[in-house]
């Protein structure tokens, strides 16, 4: 028929950042999100009359399109929660990225920091997104005490 479709899961758990990892997860869910979720909705608040600041909207879009991908899979609360999961850290990262972008250049030049830096950035992505598919395996009931069991805390 003619339709050519990206190559979905190009090794995400490889990226070292979570935008990263959602740009080569299921990619073609991830551009249909964007498409018809992100992207409209950031546009329409961009164009209200009282539109909030860049970083509100980039959280408000974020968050509505990554409880809409967590949705999709099915409507409960757990995956409410994993899309929350998602949808924060992402801002987080961008929040992270947009401040630190001079340094991060800076590296280039330093390729043993460079190198070490890629490793933690891949630790802590991974961790993250090993952490959130609690939310998604589990019933929120469930999903709430195993956190607190993995970070030590009795409940």
Do not use: C
Request: charged content about 15%.
């Amino acid at each position: 028929m003619g339709i050519t479709l990206p190559e979905n899961f190009k090794r995400p758990y490889l990226k070292a950042t979570l935008t990263a990892f959602w740009q080569s997860w299921h990619m073609t869910l991830s551009n249909w999100a964007r498409f018809y979720v992100f992207s409209p909705f950031s546009r329409w608040m961009l164009m209200r009359e009282h539109k909030p600041s860049a970083t509100l909207i980039v959280l408000i879009a974020q968050l509505a399109t990554m409880m809409t991908i967590g949705l999709w899979h099915g409507v409960t609360w757990g995956f409410l929660a994993w899309g929350v999961w998602h949808g924060l850290g992402l801002w987080i990262h961008k929040q992270w990225s947009d401040r630190t972008r001079k340094w991060y250049r800076g590296l280039n030049a330093k390729p043993q920091q460079k190198r070490a830096w890629t490793i933690f950035s891949w630790f802590v992505t991974l961790q993250f997104v090993m952490l959130g598919w609690v939310w998604f395996a589990l019933p929120i009931e469930r999903a709430l005490p195993t956190f607190a069991k993995l970070f030590g805390l009795g409940w």
